[in-house]
């Protein structure tokens, strides 16, 4: 008995001490916080503070030892989000993840990023003659420091790799990344031409989406739509990548008159795709003749976004249409030639090869015309004798990418109009960029080279490629953009709306509904003046006014009332129904019900002609969204009759009262009896989600959350989730930062990110905003030196034996 004792004993102790070494292991792999660090290439002795949230606060001597010391402490924070960018936008994450990423490999390859980014590096940096490419190249020294130091994050111990040096290609290829986000013409415009072809410009017309007369290169129908529905169906970006992607955003500017401290305010919140690591990497460096706080995307050196005491800016999608898709004309008996002008091109061709982790490498061909890369490889579904290759038009790949040279000259401007010719190089990349500066200006500006395009074209339809006049003539000049510098009203706002139009032209794009901008219009003109809690308030906002329009229509239709009599449960429901303020907080029962019956009302009207399949794929998308309030406010849409019943027709009435009856026996099934427990944060949910948090059970380790969720779609607070049937609805895509600046006092900005500053599991810093995002709390964005003295130091000091 003894002996059985004793071996007990010494079993637990060697699980205990193996569980102390794997612990202490780990520990390794955590980042540096404090302490000193040789750092190769340095000059001088760079001071990092961390504050109490893990955000690196750098003072340097000069620029190109901040750079080299942000990439290092970036790296320690956000390596492995670095190398899931790049390799998820070069394709080639099957290397390291296996034979299931081959298809987002394919898909990403023929986007043909990379090849644009190896291009526009070559040419920038043919001669290293100008300050930002020596920042540039001494941010990447950092960043390659780190790795060779072998203390690597967990992940790459996980999947048992470890990542090569970042190179100034890498840089390029994060922007083109950052550009794919900013457009939807590859989602949305096969959507747009299958109603257009299939259904009609009737049903255009009821979306808001008039093209009668628009398009006159499109002339090749026949069988058009099935070919556009079958492009669409494998191309959901957001869920094949592994990193997130851009969906839209929300800032404005108040001027000094309209500000309770007299001087200039700034807000911002950009809307990406959730995950682990968050977007948003926060630092504040400072050198002689330099300060800026700024939020940094992983892989690049300059902010994003940012401010110091002379100036700030915000950013949100200035959704201009920079893609076209065209449908080349094939030679009938030469696969490898096309048609232009009644003349016969070759093909390019492009030997892929893909290499895959554990498996063989997966050769194939990628074609392009003269309009660019031939899609038709990366949808099998395509795939009949009779179909034409579907070729991409981006700019990106025809223009030169100065998008690193605008930010570095962004982050450097002293004043207005330098801040202004910064943003006039901006090409690939369509923002709404917002600027306050301590002079009291406050300025908008559209970013990105505009598309001139013939009259006629309609850029939301695949064109004919075999006739040159449908092709791109040029770009608009910059101050064609559209902008506005110190308005009288005192307020800018911007949330991917449609802009004003310039020289009497609106420039064709997939922009927002507009609900965000209307609401945030209104409520800025409800009071005189406004402070950094008042905006705290107003990004929090999370009432629709559109939505409450919606319930006062199906409210007031006469079949309603039959519904009463199915009992009292039923009755409840309408009556929380009836009563909704139109608010999504998580304790409301309103919106729980109302989002159900939104689905099932435009289920009722889109689904039997789209197809029910097809219908759920895109019920979210913007294209759709754009047109809820004109499609449901038209009582006689053509959309509200059900083809599939030949002998009736049915009203917005009917499906008005089959959504009703359908969502609350739905809701009662899901959720129970009691519509008092219907409350919004038990369907609308929140999981950041972690690469590697996808497989289990390593969600337990790297994923944060689940956190019941306030807000919801096209709201200020835009919480946004996909429509649909099962009453559950995980949230996928929000405010990747908040941003409050009052220019009366620039040391004391205020933001919040959603997890936490690092991306290291092991880092204290992994989640440790969280809770604070959910809640509607910020922390202070701390740029007085004196407030930082007690805080963890790591002192970066030169090699010694260099």
Not at 55 to 70: C, F, G, R
Not at 449 to 456: A, D, F, K, T, V
Not at 645 to 671: G, M, N, P, W
Request: net charge negative; aromatic share 10%.
């Amino acid at each position: 008995m003894k002996l059985l004792k004793r071996i007990v004993l010494i079993v637990l102790l060697i699980i205990f001490l193996s569980f102390i070494a794997i612990y202490l292991w780990l520990r390794t792999t955590a980042p540096t916080y404090e302490g000193h660090q040789e750092l190769k290439g340095l000059t001088e002795e760079v001071k990092v503070f961390f504050d109490d949230y893990g955000i690196p606060h750098l003072y340097a001597q000069s620029a190109e030892d901040a750079y080299k010391a942000l990439g290092y402490v970036h790296a320690q924070d956000r390596l492995f989000q670095m190398e899931m960018i790049r390799r998820a936008t070069s394709g080639t994450l099957a290397e390291i993840l296996g034979e299931a990423l081959i298809p987002t490999d394919k898909l990403m390859r023929t986007l043909s990023i990379r090849k644009a980014a190896i291009n526009s590096a070559s040419k920038a940096f043919e001669t290293i003659d100008a300050p930002y490419k020596k920042q540039t190249l001494a941010y990447l020294e950092g960043i390659n420091q780190f790795i060779d130091e072998d203390r690597l994050p967990l992940e790459f111990k996980l999947i048992g790799f470890k990542p090569e040096h970042f190179s100034i290609e890498d840089v390029f290829i994060t922007i083109g990344y950052m550009s794919l986000s900013f457009t939807s013409a590859i989602s949305e415009e096969p959507l747009l031409t299958r109603i257009h072809n299939e259904l009609g410009n009737a049903y255009m017309i009821d979306l808001g989406l008039d093209t009668t007369g628009t398009n006159t290169a499109n002339t090749q129908e026949t069988k058009e739509s099935d070919i556009i529905s079958q492009i669409l169906a494998p191309l959901h970006i957001q869920e094949l990548l592994p990193v997130p992607i851009w969906e839209g955003s929300n800032n404005w500017a108040i001027s000094k008159e309209r500000s309770v401290s007299g001087k200039a305010l700034l807000a911002n919140d950009t809307h990406i795709k959730y995950a682990q690591p968050a977007v948003w990497y926060e630092a504040h460096i400072n050198y002689p003749g330099f300060e800026m706080f700024g939020y940094y995307l992983a892989g690049v050196p300059f902010a994003i976004i940012g401010h110091n005491d002379r100036l700030g800016w915000g950013t949100t999608i200035f959704p201009f249409d920079n893609m076209d898709l065209y449908r080349e004309t094939s030679h009938p008996d030469n696969p490898m030639e096309y048609l232009v002008d009644d003349q016969w091109k070759a093909f390019q061709l492009d030997i892929q090869t893909i290499y895959v982790k554990d498996a063989e490498p997966v050769s194939y061909h990628l074609k392009y015309s003269h309009h660019g890369p031939i899609l038709n490889e990366v949808y099998p579904h395509i795939g009949k004798e009779e179909q034409q290759p579907i070729s991409l038009w981006w700019s990106l790949h025809n223009l030169e990418n100065k998008s690193l040279e605008a930010l570095y000259l962004m982050n450097n401007a002293s004043d207005i109009t330098a801040f202004e010719e910064a943003v006039s190089l901006v090409d690939i990349i369509g923002q709404n960029i917002v600027y306050a500066d301590a002079d009291d200006n406050i300025a908008w500006w559209a970013s990105g080279r505009i598309p001139i395009r013939s009259e006629g074209i309609n850029s939301k339809l695949i064109l004919d490629g075999s006739h040159s006049k449908n092709d791109i003539t040029g770009y608009y000049d910059f101050e064609k953009n559209p902008q506005m510098i110190n308005p009288e009203s005192g307020i800018l706002v911007t949330a991917n709306n449609k802009p004003h139009a310039v020289d009497g032209l609106v420039y064709p794009g997939y922009y927002a509904p507009g609900l965000r901008a209307e609401r945030l219009s209104i409520l800025l003109n409800t009071r005189n003046t406004w402070d950094l809690e008042s905006m705290r308030q107003l990004q929090l906002d999370n009432l629709s006014e559109r939505d409450t329009m919606i319930r006062n229509l199906i409210m007031n239709s006469l079949a309603i009332n039959e519904i009463n009599s199915e009992g009292e449960s039923f009755a409840h429901a309408l009556k929380y129904f009836k009563d909704w303020d139109g608010k999504s907080g998580v304790g409301s029962v309103g919106a729980t019900i109302y989002n159900q019956i939104l689905y099932h009302v435009l289920y009722n009207a889109m689904a039997d002609e789209l197809g029910a399949n097809y219908f759920d794929k895109n019920v979210s998308r913007a294209v759709v969204r754009s047109g809820i309030r004109k499609l449901v406010t038209n009582e006689s849409s053509i959309w509200w009759d059900n083809v599939s019943t030949a002998h009736t027709t049915e009203s917005r009435t009917d499906a008005f009262t089959a959504a009703v009856y359908k969502s609350i026996s739905s809701l009662k099934e899901q959720l129970g009896d009691n519509p008092s427990l219907w409350q919004w944060g038990r369907v609308h949910t929140l999981t950041h989600i972690h690469p590697i948090g996808r497989q289990k059970p390593f969600n337990l380790l790297f994923n944060v959350g689940p956190f019941a969720m306030a807000g919801s779609n096209d709201v200020i607070d835009k919480e946004s989730f996909k429509y649909n049937s099962s009453g559950e609805y995980a949230v996928g895509s929000g405010p990747a930062m908040r941003f409050l600046l009052d220019f009366s006092n620039t040391d004391a900005a205020w933001s919040v990110i959603p997890t936490g500053q690092s991306g290291n599991v092991m880092s204290l810093h992994y989640d440790d905003q969280a809770r604070m995002f959910v809640e509607g709390s910020y922390r202070k964005q701390i740029m007085d030196k004196n407030e930082l003295q007690d805080l963890k130091l790591l002192i970066l000091s030169p090699l010694e034996k260099e």
